[in-house]
């Protein structure tokens, strides 16, 4: 007969299971990373709220008609960019206020064109309730130096320096079909959720644009 016993299990050494160990470290942080930026934006990171999404749809109109209020559930707490020193920073990192975040990059031309209406908006209504909040996705080693130079050169003194070098941050988007180019901007509550969007520019510094401001900041 055939000797069918089970095979003795074999003892890993010590320095294979710290290998191993670290091994798995290092999945662990890939796949947090993951989470962070790459995976879509999930609805169940916000409560719904639709009512507050159609007042802002509503107020949408002239030079914002292209805005659509949303309300529906996502999130972006945990959407991650670095500041202009290159240090890490989330939405979460801005919990309190009330936000725009507008998406852009040097290299697009309705971006440049629309930068000054924001800047003018941040000099009216940055506060400890509001603040404009410009994400530029310039890619590359040298990205955060050209928006650099464009903010320098353009004279936009309110508007800071936040960068995504990596456009992971867009991906997120573009993947949950919320933008597929640039400038995007988000609309958002005090807990970074999604309260409207708007894909392509839009002339902020205008009666229509203040109305939908006003209108988030009521909301």
């Known amino acids: 007969m055939t000797d069918q016993s089970p095979a003795p299990l074999r003892r890993l050494s010590p320095r294979r299971v710290l290998l191993i160990a670290l091994i798995s470290a290092a999945v662990a942080l890939v796949l947090t990373l993951v989470v962070g930026n790459f995976m879509p934006a999930q609805a169940t990171q916000c409560d719904p709220q639709v009512v507050k999404g159609q007042k802002i749809d509503s107020a949408a109109v002239g030079m914002l008609a292209a805005l659509t209020g949303t309300g529906e559930g996502r999130g972006y707490a945990d959407m991650a960019f670095k500041d202009d020193a290159g240090a890490p920073k989330t939405i979460a ?79 997120r988007l573009k993947r949950e079909a919320v933008a ?32 939908v401001i006003d209108t988030l900041m009521a909301s």
């Not at 310039?138 to 936040?162: C, H, M, V």
């Not at 995007?184 to 205008?206: F, N, R, Y």
Request: hydrophobic share 40%; charged share 25%.
């Open 93 to 171: 990192d801005f919990a309190g206020k009330k936000l725009l975040v507008n998406f852009w990059a040097t290299w697009c031309v309705p971006c440049r064109a629309e930068m000054p209406a924001l800047d003018k908006v941040a000099a009216e209504y940055n506060s400890d309730q509001f603040m404009v909040l410009p994400i530029n996705l310039d890619i590359g080693d040298g990205g955060l130096e050209k928006a650099r130079q464009f903010l320098t050169d353009e004279q936009l003194k309110n508007l800071p320096l936040y960068a995504d070098s990596t456009y992971s941050a867009f991906e």
């Open 180 to 211: 597929i180019g640039l400038p995007a901007t988000l609309l958002l509550d005090e807990k970074g959720c999604e309260l409207a969007v708007l894909q392509g520019p839009a002339e902020w510094d205008s009666k229509d644009g203040h109305n």
